[in-house]
């Protein structure tokens, strides 16, 4: 089936998406894409609010066609889902992401990485032996590893989606709910998943000190995350207002253009460097 949510938040049936020729273009794309290494990732820097320590990276899919440009990751991950490639995509954001991990290791850098799942990797019962094998391929402890979950991608099939996440955490990797405020049952359902950590989503942060209903909304969930034992990080700062007010409110980590943008990996120890030298 192929749904999409339109601007009401309805969902609607669009079966000429399936056959139209830029879809069909990017399934065959994508599929060639896997096997000729046009698919890498980006990392964008996290760090304490507090005192600005990097403690590690989100990865962000990237993908480079010769003819067609960047595709935005916005519109190939939902291609990918709908036509099978997703569970060969994630295995390769996994396998860059650990080795980027195991590097920097080596270069006396203990850093994290966050790997977004879509809906489908979800519902993936080879999933967890795929992170099992890859932590391990790559020597690199299971907590350094963070998967992002949606809490529309936990909706779409909860009770399995539930026990995956608990075979995932049985492994010692980190949970974190992404883009955290924009699904309807946050409150309810934050109880029942194994997450230790929750996502702001950008939409109320990065006009943050101009609007005093985001700054309500920011503020609830930097104390339910402290209530509840669990990390806050805040995506989309921007400004350094926004670090500022962040900071006074407790919150643990941010991401965002203010502290870097995304990367190729090589370039983050790089990155690094000039920090520390600054
Ligand atoms: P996301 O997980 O919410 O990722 C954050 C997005 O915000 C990224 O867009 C990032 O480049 C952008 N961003 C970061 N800092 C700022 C900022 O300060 N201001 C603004 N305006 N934007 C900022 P990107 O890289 O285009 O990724 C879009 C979405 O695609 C991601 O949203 C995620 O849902 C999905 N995605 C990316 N990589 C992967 C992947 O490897 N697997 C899966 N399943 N989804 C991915
Ligand atoms: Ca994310
Ligand atoms: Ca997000
Ligand atoms: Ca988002």
């Not at 943050?208 to 402290?226: K, P, Y």
Request: glycine content about 8%; charged content about 25%.
């Amino acid at each position: 089936h192929d749904a999409k949510v339109s601007a009401k938040g309805l969902r609607i049936y669009e079966p000429e998406l399936e056959t139209s020729p830029r879809r069909v273009t990017l399934v065959a794309e994508l599929r060639a894409a896997l096997n000729n290494g046009e698919i890498a990732v980006h990392v964008q820097p996290k760090a304490g609010l507090a005192d600005g320590t990097v403690t590690g990276a989100e990865a962000l899919v990237r993908w480079e066609h010769p003819e067609l440009g960047r595709v935005s990751p916005d519109e190939f991950i939902p291609v990918a889902e709908r036509s099978g490639l997703i569970g060969p995509l994630t295995t390769r954001v996994l396998d860059l992401s650990l080795a980027a991990v195991a590097g920097w290791r080596s270069a006396g850098h203990d850093l994290g990485i966050a790997v977004n799942l879509s809906t489908r990797s979800l519902h993936d019962a080879d999933l967890v032996d795929e992170v099992a094998r890859l932590l391990r391929r790559h020597d690199v402890p299971a907590d350094r590893l963070t998967l992002e979950v949606t809490e529309g991608s936990v909706m779409a099939d909860p009770a399995r989606a539930v026990a995956l996440l608990h075979q995932l955490r049985d492994l010692g990797v980190r949970l974190s709910v992404d883009d955290f405020g924009t699904g309807y049952s946050s409150l309810s359902y934050l109880k029942r998943l194994p997450v230790q950590e929750v996502k702001i989503d950008r939409s109320f942060v990065t006009g943050l000190t101009e609007d005093g209903e985001d700054v309500a909304i920011v503020r609830t969930i930097v104390d339910l995350g402290r209530h509840l034992g669990l990390q806050v990080v805040a995506e989309g700062v921007e400004e350094r207002s926004t670090w500022e007010l962040l900071a006074s409110m407790g919150c643990d980590l941010a991401q965002g253009w203010y502290l870097g943008r995304p990367m190729p990996i090589g370039e983050l120890v790089p990155w690094l460097r000039t920090r520390e030298r600054a």
